[in-house]
Nanobody, 119 residues
């Protein structure tokens, strides 16, 4: 079993920055991939960014490329999402999720943290 806990959400004005953190506990391997996803009211959940726990295989959604940065501290089982130049359309609940063992699916999800960007 793997547990994920997100933190760092809040309210920020457009153009501002926020940093999200996700703490993982349980059995995680360096080849597993951790991702950030978000879901805005009335919309489907969408991919934001991903990284392997070893720090490779980085990818971003086009909508956040150049503004968001994903990183890990695998010694601490932490993953971070630095969000700069925030826009009102970034408002959503942000979730971290991870694959586990040999699975390629995101098997474990956190409870989410709210990010609200005011215009």
């Amino acid at each position: 079993q793997v547990q994920l806990v997100e933190s760092g959400g809040g309210l920020v004005q457009a153009g501002g920055s926020l940093s999200l953190s996700c703490a993982a506990s349980g059995r995680i391997f360096r080849w597993n991939v951790v991702g950030w996803f978000r879901q805005a009211p009335g919309k489907e959940r969408e991919f934001v960014a991903r990284i392997s726990w070893s720090g490779g295989s980085i990818g971003y959604a086009d909508s956040v490329k150049g503004r968001f940065t994903i990183s890990t501290d695998d010694a601490k089982n932490m993953v971070y999402l630095q969000m700069n130049s925030l826009k009102p359309e970034d408002t959503a609940v942000y979730y971290c999720a991870t694959t586990s063992r040999w699975s390629t699916q995101y098997d474990y999800w956190g409870q989410g943290t709210q990010v609200t960007v005011s215009s």
